[in-house]
């Protein structure tokens, strides 16, 4: 199993990133996947989650309306577009794919740093 993130980097505020996640190995339209992140010195919390088929999402009030969560299962992969960030938003930045009585993959994480 692989799952290799992208997109990453330093952006001023308001700007935009695109992370992807190129993954193998799994059976990618199987699971579910989700955007989580980690700021220094705090908890890795949830930004965003797509089902399956993709056919549902959900997201942290804190990026609703900024960022969207989607997904290629042609292409086995997923993505995390931002925009209008903000210096809260930078954090590592993991994908995770799960599926119910399957262990989870994650990403190995992308820095996402939003500053002037």
């Known amino acids: 199993v692989q799952l290799v993130e992208s997109g990453g980097g330093l952006v001023q505020p308001g700007g935009s990133l695109r992370l992807s996640c190129a993954t193998s190995?799994?059976?990618?339209?199987?699971?579910?996947m989700s955007w989580y992140r980690q700021a220094p010195g705090k908890e890795r919390e949830l930004v965003a989650g797509?089902?399956?088929?993709?056919?549902?999402?959900n997201y942290a009030d804190s990026v609703k309306g900024r960022f969207t969560i989607s997904r290629d299962n042609a292409k086995k992969t997923g993505y995390l577009q931002m925009n209008s960030l903000k210096p809260e938003d930078t954090a590592v930045y993991y994908c995770?794919?799960?599926?119910?009585?399957?262990?989870?993959?994650w990403g190995q994480g992308t820095q996402v740093t939003v500053s002037s």
């Open positions: 797509i089902t399956s088929a993709g056919g549902s999402t």
């Open positions: 995770e794919f799960s599926r119910a009585g399957r262990r989870d993959y």
């Open positions: 190995g799994f059976t990618f339209s199987s699971y579910a």
